[in-house]
Nanobody
Framework: QVQLVESGGGLVQAGGSLRLSCAASGSGLSITDMGWFRQAPGNERDLVASITADSTTTYADSVRGRFTISRDNAKNTNKNTVYLQMDNLKPEDTAVYYC?????????????????WGQGTQVTVSS
């Protein structure tokens, strides 16, 4: 399994910035896609941004141009970290933000895929 440690989040005024991070690690695993989702009360969990292993990015229309996703694939370790820089925050960005990480393990015969979720971090934007 992939171990995830999220950090960041908090309370900020509209127009402000926050940075989320999520450190992912797993013995014998290759981490592939990493992303951030968010869920506001009464709403479904929606994709905010994602990044592939070769750093191809995808953004929700509502955050494109304001949020930036990036990743750090540490050399010689199994640890990968994904970041979400959130600028020009709006009250409608208020939600719990979840890190999601996909990984694969190949044992020579079988490829097993994993998808793991972080514990979630609250982002609140006041008007």
């Amino acid at each position: 399994q992939v171990q995830l440690v999220e950090s960041g989040g908090g309370l900020v005024q509209a127009g402000g910035s926050l940075r989320l991070s999520c450190a992912a690690s797993g013995s014998g695993l290759s981490i592939t896609d990493m992303g951030w989702f968010r869920q506001a009360p009464g709403n479904e969990r929606d994709l905010v941004a994602s990044i592939t292993a070769d750093s191809t990015t995808t953004y929700a229309d509502s955050v494109r141009g304001r949020f930036t996703i990036s990743r750090d694939n540490a050399k010689n370790t199994n640890k990968n970290t994904v970041y979400l820089q959130m600028d020009n925050l709006k009250p409608e960005d208020t939600a719990v933000y979840y890190c999601n990480v996909d990984a694969v393990r190949f044992d020579g015969l079988v490829t097993t895929t994993y998808s793991s979720w972080g514990q979630g971090t609250q982002v609140t934007v006041s008007s």
